[in-house]
């Protein structure tokens, strides 16, 4: 949870929770047996830093490299905002390691 900086990433606004269940939901999710591994960047207003979301990214990195060495795996990004180097830079990294990454395109529209 990079915004409490506790290990429970508590989805207390809701829309990371729905698009987990729309991609992996037991029932009807499209990858039903998929592994989720909540990491919370946003507050319960959807409101969020881009040093947070870049400090998460990285420990994805982390994780799935040592957790699951060689195997794939997908972030997705359910979240918005302008153009930053630093978040594309962070993004290529997470590619680089062998992750696929979805991000939401017009949430804000």
């Given at each position: ?23 992996v939901?037991t029932?009807?999710g ?38 699951y060495?060689?195997?794939?795996g ?13 978040i ?7 590619a680089?390691?062998?992750l ?5 395109a017009?949430?804000?529209?």
């Open positions: 949870d990079f915004v409490s900086n506790d290990g429970d990433p508590d989805d207390c606004h809701g829309h990371g929770t729905h698009c987990a269940g729309t991609a939901g029932t009807y499209v990858a039903r047996g998929a592994m989720v591994h909540g990491v919370r960047v946003l507050n319960c207003n959807g409101m969020g830093s881009w040093s947070n979301i870049i400090a998460a990214m990285d420990w994805i990195i982390g994780h799935h490299t040592s957790s060495p060689g195997a794939g997908v972030v997705s990004m359910s979240l918005g905002g302008g153009f930053y180097s630093a594309n830079n962070a993004v290529n990294a997470v680089s390691a062998g696929a990454i979805t991000v939401a017009g949430n804000s529209n």
